[in-house]
């Protein structure tokens, strides 16, 4: 099934006195990028979180959140560096002496120094925190996916309907065609033979240039391998793999398509419904970007 590159999903439990958080967010992205946050407690729990998001998410940048929220043991801690502390007081008492300054060095002033005191997460000791985030993560997980896929269906089946007016256009194209054709080619006899109104010098090769010129206009190559990529587009949306750069691909050959069309069918009616084709074909350009 087709899947969309954005997705939430989110589990929370109890613990501690307080509560845990898992988040799992993603986004469109080129390519597949995994961003990570954990407390410094769960750190080992990293390179497990993201084999798993990769296994189900093949494009997107996907990040994960785990919140430590309340509770005794999810606060933080502070730290004081005695030693850098001591050879503050004893430079600044130096420079002191040196430019003779007055003042005093006290507690204020040395805790103005970032490096003295420092605040750090405290510590998580309990093995029963990663179970639950694991639990909690999975959860998520599946939740993210199911967004996924849900949206990814949403934007199959709009580009499904999307494909229905492509054809209908195109098959109009198609019907048009061949009176487009004879009709260049009957103008332009007209035009020979007025200018040669004396007399045709050799009516045989004169319709051979003709019709060969009138072929020009002729769209049928290009209609059907336009058919061909709408055939597998509508394919590759059926598909359990990773298509969304297929289906860039598809659009942008049944853009030349068209364009083609459009440049060679020289006809008012035609050039309607090849602009439809190309509004049409803009829209679903824009949704298959979210696609996986």
């Known amino acids: 099934m ?9 589990r929370e439990t109890a613990w501690a006195g307080g509560s845990v958080v898992v988040e799992l967010r993603s986004v469109n992205h080129r390519f597949c990028e995994v961003v990570i946050r ?3 407690a769960l750190f080992s729990l990293e390179e497990e979180f993201k084999r798993k998001i990769q296994h189900r998410c093949t ?3 996907t990040e994960l959140t785990t919140s430590l ?4 043991e999810s606060g933080k801690s502070l730290s004081l560096d005695r030693s850098v502390a001591r050879q503050y007081h004893r430079l ?12 005093t060095i006290d507690v204020p002033l040395l805790a103005g120094f970032r490096d003295i005191v420092s605040v750090t997460d405290q510590p998580v000791a309990d093995r029963r925190l990663a179970r639950s985030v694991r639990r909690l993560f999975a959860g998520a997980l599946a939740d993210l996916d199911t967004m996924r896929r849900r949206e990814g269906g949403a934007l199959a089946r709009d580009a499904r309907s999307r494909l229905q007016v492509i054809r209908e256009a195109t098959a109009s194209i198609e019907a048009r065609t061949p009176q487009v ?16 109104a004396s007399g045709l010098p050799d009516p045989g090769r004169l319709n051979q240039e003709l019709a060969l010129y009138a072929d020009r206009c002729d769209v049928t190559e ?12 509508d394919a590759a949306l059926k598909s359990k793999e ?3 750069r297929t289906l860039d691909f598809l659009l942008q050959e049944m853009g030349r398509e068209v364009n083609t069309i459009g440049s060679k069918a020289n006809d008012a009616e035609i050039a309607t419904r090849v602009v439809h084709i190309k509004g049409e074909l803009e829209k679903i350009r824009e949704q298959v970007q979210n696609i996986e």
């Open 222 to 233: 290009e209609l059907t391998r336009l058919e061909s990529h709408l055939v597998q587009f």
């Open 92 to 103: 600044l008492g130096d420079l002191k002496r040196e430019l003779r300054l007055g003042g």
């Open 242 to 244: 990773s298509v969304g």
């Open 69 to 72: 929220l309340g509770g005794k």
């Open 181 to 196: 054709v004879q009709g260049y080619y009957e103008r332009m006899k007209a035009r020979v033979e007025k200018l040669l």
């Open 38 to 40: 954990l407390p410094k």
């Open 2 to 10: 087709i899947k969309s590159m954005t997705g939430y999903g989110r």
């Open 59 to 61: 494009r997107g940048r």
